[in-house]
Nanobody, 119 residues
C-alpha cells in the first residue's frame, strides 16, 4: 500500500558530501514522522536522524554534519550529509510513520541505499 524509494547513495571520499532522498507513495493519508537509519556490516541498525512536524533529532555521531529536512507536499525526506567520514559507511534506510487512507498506522521502510566513504 505504501512504498518508500530511496536514492542518492554512492561512493564518496572522506570530507565529501552526499544527499539522500526518500519519496513515499501509495495510499497515504498522513505521515507523522520520517527518519533515516543506517546499518554497517556486523552492527545493529541505528537511528541517524528523525523529523516530525515540530522537531528534529540526530545521533550524536552526526550532529553538526548531517541535516534532515522534508517536503510535506511531496512526502519526501532528505538527508544532507557533509564532512563524511569512513565510519559513516553503511546501508542507509528510510523510515516513515504512515497513516493510510483506511486510517491504519504502521512503520514503512525503504529498501536501503549504500553509502561508502573511502579514499
Amino acid at each position: 500500500q505504501v512504498q518508500l524509494v530511496e536514492s542518492g547513495g554512492g561512493l564518496v571520499q572522506p570530507g565529501g558530501s552526499l544527499r539522500l532522498s526518500c519519496a513515499a507513495s501509495g495510499s497515504i493519508f498522513s505521515i507523522n514522522a520520517m527518519g533515516w537509519y543506517r546499518q554497517a556490516p556486523g552492527k545493529q541498525r541505528e537511528l541517524v536522524a528523525r523529523i516530525t512536524s515540530g522537531s528534529t533529532n540526530y545521533a550524536d555521531s552526526v550532529k553538526g554534519r548531517f541535516t534532515i529536512f522534508r517536503n510535506n507536499t511531496k512526502n519526501t525526506v532528505y538527508l544532507q550529509m557533509n564532512s563524511l567520514k569512513p565510519e559513516d559507511t553503511a546501508v542507509y534506510y528510510c523510515n516513515a510513520a504512515v497513516v493510510t487512507t483506511t486510517r491504519a498506522s504502521f512503520d514503512s521502510w525503504g529498501q536501503g541505499t549504500q553509502v561508502t566513504v573511502s579514499s
